[in-house]
């Protein structure tokens, strides 16, 4: 899954920030990005902390850039240009104020082209992440929102098995409008992964056999779905067997272009993708990329706080390679 990322990501030499610069988990996965080649990790904090860090952890990144937020020698305009971008929201003394923050700080080198892309979230929470990507970054033309997908991921010996699944991590009870853009941005998500999309919007109904509020919203998604004229096949509502199993499809949903054979899953909120991702993943052993954040004009991702190293290796080539 990894091979061809890292193959492109070698050539290109992209900078990738990491706003929790003293965290074991980052300086191990630093250290393995750089001296393999793949990334140029730039870590945020005091250098003499980070340095410590390292060597309590036996990770050295003496070769690896380190930026101190509250000693930067370009502060300066950052913090003009951070204003011009909240004007009317916050000035300049708030700005340096947030500016101490490595969230703010490190979101602010990727919207002046310092760096090409942001993880974090080790420790910081989702919103932390979010919120300044959200006021600074901004949303991509044509993007209303933020979503979030995770990529399901199991090897077997018939052939790897690769899913999509969103929004699980962002949104807490989408519309009907943001479901089918999550559905849209999903669905987009995937083809960077190489999967072919098939969208089922999921629900407790197959195509009417279930009635309710949550129902009718699922349906409606559906339909301004594929009255957008997207350039794949979607439909909506289905119960997930409908959509996962052939056999199940035949009785519940036939005709279906989707129905038995979806490999991206649109759920009706934030409590049902999150626990189906994380049922997917516990007990089926499927590994869970993300969450991958959607619709910015830059790649900014989020981490779990019980994410590994081995995690934020993976998910720092997944952020780089999404530009």
Known sequence: ???PMIAALKMQKRRIVFTEGTDPRILEAANRLHH???LTPVLLGNPEEIHDAAIACNWPVDEIEKIDPRNYEELDEMVSKMAELRKGKMDEAACREALKKANYFGTMLVKMGKADCLLGGATYSTADTVRPAL???KTRPGSKIVSSCFILF???KEGNEMYAMGDCAINLDPNEEELAEIACETARTAR???IDPRVALLSYSTLGSGSG???DKVRRAAE?????NVDFPADGELQFDAAFSPVVAKTKAPGSAVAGKANVFIFPDINAGNIGYKIAQRLGGFEAFGPILQ???APINDLSRGCNADEVYKMSIITAALI
């Not at 301004?224 to 957008?228: D, H, P, S």
Request: net charge neutral; aromatic share 8%.
């Open 135 to 137: 006021q600074l970054i």
């Open 295 to 297: 619709g910015l004009n």
């Open 1 to 3: 899954m990894f091979e």
């Open 154 to 156: 199991r090897e077997a």
């Open 36 to 38: 393999e080649g793949i």
């Open 213 to 215: 509020e949550s129902v």
């Open 192 to 194: 960077r992964f190489s």
């Open 224 to 228: 301004k779905l594929k009255a957008m």
